[in-house]
């Protein structure tokens, strides 16, 4: 049975994300998914979510700064820049969760953080993939 529960995330300039948790239990790996530039989540991730907790992993999913239920104006004004900062703030959100695990040592994890800080990474799926 699918359960999440709502989540607000706060940004470096004071705005807040607005998302879904779906807990996969206790220490358990967590997937972070956001919709494409001109979505909301509600459009097709709670799919993919969904999927991912059946599988034993959490998941993270969020609108994106000026989209959907997270704030900012102008709506539907989509920054890359900003919207990768608030990535960083999503994955530090996520990481305090008692149920996220992050993998790896303490030094793993710190090496991680900073890999994902410095090094771009876009993993896109589009409607109807699963």
């Not at 008692?98 to 090094?119: H, K």
Request: glycine share 10%.
């Amino acid at each position: 049975m699918t359960s999440r529960r709502d989540i607000a995330i706060q940004t470096f300039d004071g705005l807040t994300l607005r998302g879904w948790f779906y807990s996969a239990g206790d220490r358990r790996p967590c997937v972070i998914l956001t919709h494409g530039t001109v979505a909301l989540k509600e459009q097709y991730l709670p799919d993919f979510a969904e999927c991912f907790q059946a599988l034993g992993y959490g998941a993270l999913v969020y609108d994106n700064r000026h989209f959907g239920a997270s704030d900012g104006e102008p709506r539907s004004h989509a920054d890359p820049l900003l919207q990768s900062r608030d990535y960083s703030a999503t994955f530090n959100y996520a990481a305090s969760l008692a149920e996220v695990n992050l993998p790896g040592s303490y030094s793993g994890v710190a090496v991680s953080r900073e890999g994902l800080r410095c090094t771009p990474l876009l993993l896109t799926f589009e409607p109807g993939a699963l």
